[in-house]
């Protein structure tokens, strides 16, 4: 079908399956070593805060996206997408493989300051890109695919992190040596339009104010980030899981995610954007509110799904929202910002929720976000009624 579906464009199919793989390394970021957090943790038990800097681990690349960010856009329109994709995957490969034998935190984490910063890159010429190749309902229908290649990336990669993490915890840092692989197929293969190339009805849109779609990107993220953060622990420390069965809990949510991205372009032929965030967001909290009842480890698979399907149909559902309201000229810079939002949401999110975890216990967190979620829910059917 996907295959069908890429003959119908001008585009080179090698073009896009190399825009499909490079989207995928953006779904790496963090999912590839979440299940080797809890023994990196218990390796570097005599470090103080040790518990804190674990967390880090996956945060601190995104206040480093969310800060360069914008930044990074207005480079990447300077030199182009295609170099600095090519530049980006080269950071990313030697800083997120370097977990192989680093032996102090704080390289740990400086290496992951630098993995961030080809993350930003890699995510803001995926999500240009999109927009320069795609338009209307093809470029809906093309995120949904996008996702769904990057949700099956995840699968793949939480799993096999999974399974690497109980051989030894540092292995499943060298599934970013990937990024070695992509190269080639960057650098022969990527297409980057310019806009000369692009039909007149397509440069016409009217830019608007994108504050309120980058605000909401925030938000989804800092609630779907608390399946990484969060689950891991609960599911290993409380549950006593192994890294393989986490793995696999994970990666389901990330499979639902792909398969609610894919569902975004039927939904938005009957509901707009705002409406369909709303219904995301919903499924979201209904998944969340799940896991504080759940006392067998197994149920986790059905909360992970929920949580996979209404976070997969809401970042398709932002990103879409975005490059709907930009031009040729504005959607590197946009998409930049947007990037910037989303990620400054990862990082926020294990900062805000540890203090609820610490004084609610992790089952009590989980009710009391979800039900906060249901309340937001309903101020924003109400706002839409008053507007």
């Known amino acids: 079908m996907l295959l069908k579906f890429i003959k119908g464009y001008i585009i080179k199919k090698t073009a896009i399956l190399t825009l499909l793989f490079l989207s995928m390394t953006t779904m790496m970021s963090n ?60 950071i990313f490969a030697l800083t997120g493989s370097a977990g192989l034998y680093l032996e102090n935190v704080e390289m740990f984490l400086f290496s992951r300051s630098l993995f961030g910063i080809a993350i930003a890159i890699l995510m803001i010429v995926s999500t240009s890109l999109v927009g320069d190749y795609f338009q209307g309902e093809a470029r809906h229908k093309f995120m949904g695919y996008q996702s769904a290649f990057m949700s099956i990336g995840g699968v793949v990669f939480v799993v096999g992190g999974g399974f690497l993490s109980d051989i030894n915890w540092r292995f499943p840092f060298g599934i970013y040596l990937i990024g070695f692989l992509l190269l080639p197929m960057v650098i022969y293969f990527l297409v980057e339009k310019h806009q000369e190339d692009l039909k007149q009805e397509e440069i016409t849109v009217v830019p608007t104010n994108l504050i309120g779609i980058y605000f909401l990107g925030f938000l989804y993220m800092t609630i779907f980030f608390i399946l990484p953060t969060q689950l891991p622990f609960l599911i290993i420390n409380e549950f006593h899981a192994s890294g393989k069965l986490t793995g696999s809990i994970i990666g389901l949510a990330f499979l639902s995610n792909g398969i609610g991205a894919m569902y975004f372009s039927k939904f938005k032929k009957k509901y707009s954007f705002s409406t369909i965030y709303l219904i995301a967001l919903t499924i979201c909290a209904i998944g969340l509110t799940a896991i504080s009842f759940v006392n067998n480890v197994y149920f986790f698979f059905l909360t992970g799904i929920l949580l996979g399907f209404g976070g997969g149909l809401m970042m398709t559902n932002i990103s879409a929202w975005m490059l709907s309201k930009t031009t040729f000229e504005k959607r590197v810079k946009a998409s930049g910002y947007l990037t910037s939002s989303v990620f400054l949401g990862q990082f926020a999110s294990p900062i805000v929720f540890y203090p609820v975890v610490r004084n609610l216990g992790i089952h009590n967190f989980f009710l009391a976000v979800g039900l906060g979620l249901f309340v937001v829910i309903l101020l924003g059917i109400l706002y839409k009624k008053l507007v």
Do not use: C, W
């Open 31 to 90: 999912v590839a070593i979440v299940t080797a957090l809890p023994r990196f943790q218990d390796y570097f038990s005599d470090i103080k805060n040790i518990e804190f800097y674990s967390r880090l681990m996956l945060t601190l690349p995104s206040v480093i996206i969310a800060l360069f960010s914008p930044f990074l856009g207005h480079l990447i329109f300077k030199i182009g997408k295609k170099k600095s994709a090519i530049s980006a995957l080269i």
